[in-house]
């Protein structure tokens, strides 16, 4: 079983498609002009190499079955709005991981990462048959972290200094997951309901 090669996920909000090298100059303005972004990244896309190298790296480990990057749309502000991507795919466990999430300034906390994640997590569980998603970040970092929980992860853990911080030094990354059971028996109808409370309200 191999994970596929083309996939393009959309609702009425969102669209990710496979990230290609040619979409730099879409994600570039991000890279240099908006460094708060990549506080607590691990492998930083800063700056025009730094975009360069990101996106490269990440197109080889997908030829190489390792991970599934996309470049998100955001349909409402008709305008490419970030990155997301599966990785650490394990076939054989049928588990994933998902994160290198990350959306300009001007569209967090817009509704955007809850239809994105919807996306993403119903591919997982239901198209592709994955048992077990993790997710991990910064433990510093709060806001990822709440809106992790806020989709319906289960927090499992830490890992003691994981990996260097972006700010010096190493960082704990904390560990969540959400489980196949979970997904089909409640979390996503929580998370759809509160996609739509999100838009009712606009």
Not at 6 to 25: F, G, H, K, N, Y
Not at 170 to 195: A, C, F, H, P, Y
Request: aromatic residues 10%.
């Amino acid at each position: 079983m191999e994970f596929p090669r083309d996939i393009v996920l959309e609702d009425e909000r969102a669209m990710l498609r496979p990230l290609q090298p040619d979409d730099l100059p879409l994600l570039l303005p991000f890279a240099l002009h908006e460094p708060e972004l990549w506080i607590y990244s691990i492998n930083s896309p800063a700056g025009k190499a730094g975009m360069e190298n990101y996106i490269q790296t990440t197109i080889d480990q997908r030829n190489r079955g390792n991970e599934f990057p996309f470049i998100v749309f955001d349909k409402r502000m008709q305008r490419y709005a970030g990155s997301t991507r599966f990785y650490d795919i394990q076939l054989s466990n049928q588990t994933t991981q998902l994160g290198y999430t990350w959306y300009g300034k001007e569209f967090q906390r817009t509704g955007l990462n809850r239809h994105c994640k919807l996306l993403l997590l119903s591919y997982a569980f239901e198209n592709w048959g994955a048992e077990r998603v993790e997710f991990r970040a910064d433990a510093t970092n709060d806001r990822s972290i709440q809106a992790m929980k806020n989709i319906g992860c289960v927090v499992e853990g830490f890992l003691r200094s994981q990996a260097p911080s972006a700010r010096g030094g190493r960082r704990d990354s904390i560990v969540l997951s959400i489980l196949k059971t979970e997904w089909m028996s409640g979390t996503k109808q929580k998370l759809i309901d509160k996609i739509k409370a999100h838009d009712d309200h606009r």
